[in-house]
């Protein structure tokens, strides 16, 4: 079924792979035991060529460890989802794109949660089949429509979703994929169908990511996929408050986002022509 992927949607059988393999790890920040049913056979490939242009046998790692950095967005956004879905008025998580997460499986969700996963019906099938017979531990409702179609919202409200109720939405993994101009329509919707006070998380890189000459090695080998980095930010506070969400971004390896993981140095905001990935999170105005 992994041909009926495109190659944007292939990068979360990367990310299956490397939570299964984070899974493994003695030090784990936490557990995932879907995750191996979910690499697929492209999975273990991708996590390969990703160890092999990071950590090259002739010269010093200059690329952001991937498995390092997955592991604490991983971690930093289980939690944001947990303490979100622990308020009470709190009643919807919606997940765009899910691709292959399964926290609906692996994590404990109040009683009072709906847990909305959007993806088209290629990756929604492909997760289905390899979770056959594995329950979600929470009210689970799969949208299976592309985001980039111009009735997900529809499809989103036939499926439950209430937009005058608070809900919880995490962007993860997707905005370095498109333009910058579908990243603000994206934004745009999102804001349109939450209420005041409603939560948003999301991950985002700076513009030097996308082309300083030591990001190169990971850059191509995206690009080689067929899925190259598109957007980033330097200001993703100023880019998420233009659409009405007033937010905080944290690097990985400052307080809160580092989980004794992050192996590299944290420049400073002011600092130029440096590396950034950064964790938004914040509410609807």
């Given at each position: 079924?992994?041909?009926?992927?495109?190659?944007?949607?292939?990068?979360?059988?990367?990310?299956?792979?490397?939570?299964?393999?984070?899974?493994?790890?003695?030090?784990?920040?936490y557990e995932d035991p879907y995750a191996a049913r979910l690499v697929g056979e492209t999975g273990p490939e991708l996590l390969a060529e990703v160890?092999?242009?990071?950590?090259?046998?002739?010269?010093?790692?200059?690329?952001?460890?991937?498995?390092?950095?997955?592991?604490?967005?991983?971690?930093?956004?289980?939690?944001?989802?947990?303490?979100?879905?622990?308020?009470p008025e709190m009643t919807q998580i919606v997940l765009a794109p899910s691709g292959m997460d399964s926290r609906a499986y692996r994590l404990r969700?109040?009683?009072?949660?709906?847990?909305?996963?959007?993806?088209?019906?290629?990756?929604?099938?492909?997760?289905?089949?390899?979770?056959?017979?594995?329950?979600?531990?929470?009210?689970?409702?799969?949208?299976?429509?592309?985001?980039?179609?111009?009735?997900?919202?529809?499809?989103?409200?036939?499926?439950?979703?209430?937009?005058?109720?608070?809900?919880?939405?995490?962007?993860?993994?997707?905005?370095?994929?498109?333009?910058?101009?579908?990243?603000?329509?994206?934004?745009?919707?999102?804001?349109?169908?939450?209420?005041?006070?409603?939560?948003?998380?999301?991950?985002?890189?700076?513009?030097?990511?996308?082309?300083?000459?030591?990001?190169?090695?990971?850059?191509?080998?995206?690009?080689?996929?067929?899925?190259?980095?598109?957007?980033?930010?330097?200001?993703?506070?100023?880019?998420?408050?233009?659409?009405?969400?007033?937010?905080?971004?944290?690097?990985?390896?400052?307080?809160?986002?580092?989980?004794?993981?992050?192996?590299?140095?944290?420049?400073?905001?002011?600092?130029?022509?440096?590396?950034?990935?950064?964790?938004?999170?914040?509410?609807?105005?």
């Amino acid at each position: 079924m992994t041909e009926l992927l495109n190659p944007v949607e292939r990068t979360a059988l990367l990310t299956a792979a490397l939570r299964a393999a984070e899974t493994r790890r003695d030090d784990r920040l936490y557990e995932d035991p879907y995750a191996a049913r979910l690499v697929g056979e492209t999975g273990p490939e991708l996590l390969a060529e990703v160890q092999d242009a990071t950590y090259p046998p002739d010269r010093p790692r200059s690329l952001p460890s991937t498995p390092d950095y997955n592991a604490i967005r991983t971690r930093f956004f289980d939690d944001y989802l947990q303490r979100s879905a622990a308020e009470p008025e709190m009643t919807q998580i919606v997940l765009a794109p899910s691709g292959m997460d399964s926290r609906a499986y692996r994590l404990r969700w109040p009683d009072h949660v709906r847990y909305f996963e959007i993806d088209r019906p290629a990756v929604l099938e492909f997760k289905a089949d390899r979770l056959a017979g594995v329950s979600a531990r929470v009210d689970r409702r799969s949208v299976a429509v592309d985001l980039t179609d111009d009735d997900w919202e529809q499809r989103l409200v036939a499926s439950g979703y209430d937009p005058v109720l608070p809900s919880t939405w995490l962007l993860e993994g997707l905005l370095y994929y498109i333009p910058e101009q579908d990243t603000r329509r994206m934004l745009e919707r999102v804001a349109a169908i939450t209420a005041p006070g409603s939560r948003i998380a999301a991950d985002l890189v700076n513009t030097a990511a996308l082309t300083l000459p030591p990001m190169r090695g990971l850059l191509d080998l995206f690009e080689r996929w067929g899925c190259p980095w598109l957007f980033g930010s330097d200001e993703p506070e100023a880019l998420f408050d233009g659409h009405g969400f007033d937010v905080r971004a944290v690097q990985p390896g400052e307080p809160g986002a580092d989980f004794g993981r992050w192996p590299d140095p944290v420049p400073e905001r002011h600092v130029e022509g440096v590396r950034r990935v950064f964790f938004v999170h914040g509410r609807r105005r």
